[in-house]
């Protein structure tokens, strides 16, 4: 379940890759509860988790929710070599080098993720919150009664529905259009290492300025990039909630020699619900996607 800009994003997803079936709903909430991927007003999710139940009956599964991508920040971060318990215990002194708040304020997590040159050290990416964001959606939870499973960062789940089941063979990086940010992400194979929110979208400007805009943000990311990301090559841009013209716009700005355009149902092989407009999911579907991926 992904919190959006007015509205709640639902999928649900049964059957094995090959042969994926979905439920969706899509429930208003009034006020916005999102503002530029930031939570700004929580007053409306509660009769809205209501109203989704109601349309959805009781949840079959745990339900993964996604944290607005501005209230989550994300880390790569090298260690040592070590398994992934050593590394929960070891952030705990390493936090504050790479996040603004102190670990005692946070909520965390973390995940191996692999880089070319890492050689002799280990990866992870890191996420974490402000503890009173988290409690906040836990509450949420409890009061709705909702069965959480996961707390996820929103721009995390979305860049696994546009990566796919396969994943990549090597570095590339996904353009995600929402209805007022642009997801950014780097990645090597299937792990996104490196998370960027910009605020602008497809409405924010015209076709060349928007390409201009675009073109900034992925030259100055290539450039810090290469900076501390020594040995991983970004050849691919992939470009997903945009037209052919926004992709080839920003094809003629930069330098990366392939742009794809993809459709995160198709990545799946899932087909929509009939009438369902198929723009905006890759949040939920991301979520949904958890334990299959």
């Known amino acids: 379940m992904s919190i959006e800009p007015g509205s709640l994003r639902y999928v649900e997803i049964s059957g094995a890759l090959g042969d994926l079936s979905c439920r969706c709903?899509?429930?208003?909430?009034?006020?916005?509860?999102?503002?530029?991927?930031?939570?700004?007003?929580?007053?409306?999710?509660?009769?809205?988790?209501a109203a989704?139940?109601?349309?959805?009956?009781?949840f079959p599964v745990p339900v993964s929710l996604g944290v607005p991508s501005r209230d989550c920040f994300t880390r790569t971060v090298e260690l040592p070599p070590m398994e992934l318990e050593e590394a929960r215990a070891a952030m705990a002194f390493e936090?504050?080098?790479?996040?603004?708040?102190?670990?005692?304020?946070?909520?965390?997590?973390?995940?191996?993720?692999?880089?070319?040159?890492?050689?002799?050290?280990?990866?992870?990416?890191?996420?974490?919150?402000?503890?009173?964001?988290?409690?906040?959606?836990i509450n949420?939870?409890?009061?709705?009664?909702?069965?959480?499973?996961?707390?996820?960062?929103?721009?995390?789940a979305a860049f696994r529905a546009v990566s796919g089941p396969t994943g990549s063979k090597g570095g590339f990086m996904v353009l995600i259009f929402g209805e007022e940010t642009t997801q950014l992400v780097v990645a090597y194979k299937d792990n996104g290492v490196l998370f960027r929110t910009l605020l602008f979208s497809l409405r924010s400007f015209h076709?060349?300025?928007?390409?201009?805009?675009?073109?900034?943000?992925?030259?100055?990311?290539?450039?810090?990039?290469?900076?501390?990301?020594?040995?991983?090559?970004?050849?691919?841009?992939?470009v997903c909630g945009a037209e052919k013209d926004?992709?080839?716009?920003?094809?003629?700005?930069?330098?990366?020699?392939?742009?794809?355009?993809?459709?995160t149902w198709e990545v799946w092989g899932i087909k929509p619900p009939k009438g369902l407009n198929r723009d905006g999911w890759e949040t939920a579907i991301g979520l949904a996607m958890r334990d299959l991926s």
């Open 207 to 238: 076709l060349s300025e928007l390409a201009s805009a675009l073109s900034r943000e992925i030259t100055s990311t290539l450039v810090y990039v290469r900076k501390i990301f020594k040995e991983l090559s970004v050849d691919v841009l992939v």
């Open 95 to 137: 936090f504050e080098r790479h996040f603004p708040f102190p670990a005692s304020e946070a909520t965390y997590d973390l995940a191996p993720v692999e880089l070319p040159g890492t050689e002799g050290r280990s990866a992870f990416l890191v996420a974490a919150s402000g503890r009173k964001s988290v409690e906040t959606f």
């Open 25 to 49: 709903a899509l429930i208003p909430v009034l006020p916005t509860p999102v503002y530029q991927d930031a939570l700004v007003d929580v007053t409306g999710l509660l009769p809205a988790v």
């Open 52 to 58: 989704l139940k109601g349309e959805v009956g009781n």
């Open 246 to 263: 926004v992709a080839t716009a920003v094809q003629e700005e930069i330098s990366l020699p392939v742009v794809l355009l993809t459709d």
């Open 140 to 156: 949420l939870a409890s009061e709705a009664s909702l069965p959480l499973q996961a707390l996820e960062p929103a721009n995390l």
